[in-house]
């Protein structure tokens, strides 16, 4: 509420804006009517001052849980890749321990990169082979006679472009067309023909329309259609429907793998060598050969798990952060807004448990981090304190070392397909399964449990609330039928778990928590904004009301004067 006194006539006047709204009260009852007026309103708005603080408390709590829920998942992606991937319709999806490498070397110890680049995919075997180049593949190319580019060609008719691996296209040729146009109607069907058109300088000073396959190995055709032969005036093709000049012709590369010769249509060979694709780009000398060697991308292991270290450090400071307090022993709240927070406490313990505990799925000499060289310093952070003990790990035993990081899953019948473990816990137990003789499930048990799993079609969901929630399994059966089921989970599958537990997105427990602080602000604002609004109703009445007073004091204290005036006259008289 702002105030303004007049200084006329009528100087104790005074002006009071409440909201949109302009009230003039007056000073004749000396009362300081707009203090007692702001002290009623604040003690009317304290409540929503009150309700407003709590909104900017959750709001900083928000901010570190969405910080927190962050952490957790650059967590859960450093993990991701070491952990088991799910399965599909067609298999799992190959993790870092699957993923390979390869190696190209020359014979003649020059860069094997000017002849061969090459990748392998999970499938590919651990193997070295002798490759050599012994042609490129190229694409056809053919030439018109020279002549003007800017002339009209001054001929009528059609014709008929396409190579191998295109569709016939039809040009149509018009008397004011020049050899440039000519060769932007053939470039307009080139997707479809397969066949592109550029013009080149030759050393007489004319210029030629050449034509050139889109795909390498790959025949032009050219054949008339109508109207005037535009294919032998231009010289493309002579009296026997051949080509004049080719440039080049089309030819497949060919290449040797351990002496077995390979022709291929382009440069990019897939199918030579099972999980290998090469690109082909140049011709090796006589004599030259290329080892290509395929081996497990140990690198790529190695990378992922020290990117595992710098995110659990990022997360691990964070939950340190945030459970100090000072020397003096007092709780900074801007440092540490999750202060004794019960979730980042459960954060921090499973987080701990999990570092800690052995991993179940290990099957050979390394089963926690520190045998892989990964200890825990005084700060709680994980170092890499002997990277020697974790490059010797990965040469020697990549295998033992995988099958710490990764859960395994061993059914007695290989027709069940796990299709999701969100669990971290180990499970050993045997599902008996109720199929009709089509195949579809019926029933699912586990010891005599039938509500473990729920049937939905050829799928087995553990039901929420029993210990198998999380599991999902896919069968074909043809009949009944008793299956083992072996779980065992390994460390990067439990951390994934975990963060998506906490840390996802749609619906985890961090999340969760942000939405229930969101919808009590929610609450809490609206609450403050009612109060404010029935604050400045009720300021209106006071104003009003000390208004009408001001204004009977003030009448009061004229009739006063005036009856005080007319008793002096009197008294004069006298």
Do not use: C, H
């Amino acid at each position: 509420m702002t105030t303004t006194t007049s200084t006329g006539a009528s100087a104790s006047s005074v002006v009071n804006t409440a909201a949109s709204t302009t009230y003039l009260t007056g000073t004749a009852s000396g009362l300081d009517t707009q203090s007692l007026i702001q002290a009623a309103l604040a003690q009317k708005t304290a409540p929503a001052d009150a309700l407003d603080a709590k909104v900017t408390a959750n709001k900083t709590r928000i901010a570190a849980y969405q910080q927190l829920q962050t952490l957790v998942d650059a967590l859960s992606t450093s993990m991701s890749k070491l952990a088991s991937q799910a399965y599909s319709s067609l298999g799992a999806t190959p993790s870092a321990f699957d993923e390979k490498a390869v190696t190209l070397t020359a014979s003649d110890g020059s860069s094997a990169s000017s002849y061969i680049a090459a990748s392998a995919d999970a499938s590919a075997a651990s193997a070295s082979y002798k490759l050599q180049v012994a042609q490129l593949a190229a694409s056809e190319k053919v030439a018109s006679n020279a002549m003007d580019q800017t002339s009209a060609l001054n001929y009528t008719g059609s014709f008929i472009l396409q190579d191998g691996s295109g569709t016939a296209a039809t040009i149509n040729v018009t008397p004011d067309m020049t050899l440039s146009d000519l060769a932007s109607a053939i470039n307009a069907t080139s997707s479809t023909s397969g066949v592109s058109a550029s013009i080149i300088k030759d050393s007489s000073g004319g210029y030629r329309l050449v034509l050139s396959g889109n795909d390498t190995n790959q025949q032009i055709t050219a054949t008339s259609a109508s109207g005037d032969d535009v294919l032998g005036g231009l010289g493309l093709v002579g009296s026997d429907g051949s080509f004049s000049d080719v440039l080049q012709a089309a030819q497949p590369a060919i290449l040797t793998v351990d002496g077995s010769q390979i022709t291929s249509d382009t440069n990019n060979v897939t199918g030579a060598v099972s999980g290998i694709s090469m690109s082909l780009l140049n011709t090796t000398p006589t004599g030259l050969t290329v080892t290509l060697g395929v081996q497990p991308d140990y690198s790529s292991v190695k990378t992922d798990i020290t990117n595992f270290i710098t995110a659990y450090n990022a997360l691990r400071d964070y939950i340190t952060t945030n459970q100090s307090v000072g020397a003096d022993g007092a709780v900074d709240a801007s440092k540490a807004p999750l202060f004794a927070d019960s979730l980042l406490r459960s954060v921090s313990q499973q987080l701990g448990s999990l570092i800690s505990t052995p991993s179940a799925s290990a099957t050979g000499a390394y089963s926690t981090l520190a045998d892989l060289g990964v200890t825990v310093d005084g700060n709680n952070d994980l170092q890499l304190s002997n990277e020697s003990t974790l490059d010797n790990a990965l040469l020697s035993n990549l295998s033992q070392v995988a099958s710490m990081f990764q859960s395994t899953f061993t059914p007695s019948d290989s027709a069940l397909k796990l299709l999701q473990n969100t669990a971290q816990s180990s499970f050993n137990f045997t599902l008996d399964v109720t199929a009709n003789s089509d195949g579809t499930i019926t029933g699912a048990s586990v010891n005599g449990d039938a509500n473990a799993f729920v049937v939905l079609g050829n799928r087995l969901v553990g039901a929420q609330g029993t210990i198998y929630a999380g599991l999902s399994f896919a069968l074909v059966a043809s009949g009944d039928t008793s299956i083992q089921v072996n779980i065992r989970p390994g460390l990067a599958n439990q951390l994934t778990n975990f963060a998506s537990e906490f840390g996802d997105a749609g619906n985890g427990l961090i999340q969760q928590q942000i939405d229930a602080l969101d919808t009590q602000d929610t609450a809490w604002s609206a609450q403050s904004a009612q109060i404010r609004s029935d604050a400045n109703d009720y300021q209106t009445s006071l104003i009003n009301k000390y208004s009408n007073m001001e204004q009977e004091v003030s009448a009061a204290q004229l009739v006063q004067a005036q009856i005080k005036a007319i008793l002096n006259g009197v008294s004069s008289n006298a």
